[in-house]
């Protein structure tokens, strides 16, 4: 399938700032796992969406669109569960 690139929006890079630093590890491994594989077991397509989805890692969950033609991966919010989903 060959290496995505992986782009950090600044709203995710802000979410990153508010998150406990324990948990931050985990999080960056499972986005740079989208480079390989941008639609991994714990993902899943959002509803109401033609092309967001949403990676679940532990109580966190990040949301992200994949552009197949520019083989990018643009993760727009990790955000932890309770607010993932608020508009």
Not at 10 to 33: F, H, M, N, T, V
Not at 50 to 72: C, F, N, P, T
């Amino acid at each position: 399938m060959g290496l995505f690139k992986i782009v950090l929006k600044g709203s995710s890079e802000q979410d990153l700032q508010k998150i406990d630093r324990q948990y931050i590890p985990k999080i960056l491994d499972a986005i740079e796992s989208l480079a390989e594989n941008p639609f991994p077991v714990q993902s899943r397509k959002m509803k109401g969406s033609e092309s967001s989805y949403r990676l679940r890692i532990g109580d966190y969950r990040a949301i992200y669109q994949v552009h197949s033609e520019d083989k990018a991966v643009e993760i727009y919010y990790i955000r932890h569960r309770k607010d993932a989903y608020k508009r």
